[in-house]
């Protein structure tokens, strides 16, 4: 008979977890200070190179949108080490490009958040009255479930 494939599904891809066994399986690093419209993707793409091979490098949409970009540049290595050598370089104040200090977060880490704070949502206003037809109800009705 021929082997079935394990219900676990694929097996587990190596590499993808930090140094200390964290769970941090991305290679990629946005980068959300110190980049201006006119800084170069090769500019930028040979200070991260340093840190090890550079798999992508994209500038985002601030050379189009300047002021009002709602990307940030990004660089995704070939090895989480190289990622998380250039972060760690980065936080530590060590990387500059054009005169200007970098800074970063992991891509879908802190640079979501990064980027909401910048674009505040629409309509809402920090600790005013929900929009109409929006009931300020819903979460605390979960918890006042019965049984829940």
Do not use: Y
Request: proline residues 10%; glycine residues 14%.
């Amino acid at each position: 008979a021929p082997a079935l494939p394990s219900p676990r599904g694929p097996p587990a891809v190596h590499g993808a977890r930090g140094p200390r066994g964290g769970a941090m399986s991305t290679s990629t690093i946005e980068i959300t200070n110190g980049v201006t419209e006119r800084t170069s993707r090769v500019a930028l793409k040979r200070a991260m190179t340093t840190f090890g091979e550079v798999d992508a490098c994209h500038m985002g949409d601030r050379a189009v949108m300047g002021d009002r970009f709602t990307e940030f540049p990004i660089v995704r290595f070939k090895s989480v080490s190289a990622a998380e050598a250039a972060l760690q370089a980065i936080k530590g104040g060590q990387v500059f490009l054009d005169g200007l200090q970098l800074q970063a977060e992991w891509r879908g880490g802190g640079g979501l958040a990064v980027r909401q704070r910048l674009k505040p949502p629409q309509g809402r206003v920090p600790g005013g009255p929900p929009p109409p037809g929006e009931e300020d109800s819903s979460s605390r009705m979960l918890l006042d479930m019965p049984g829940g």
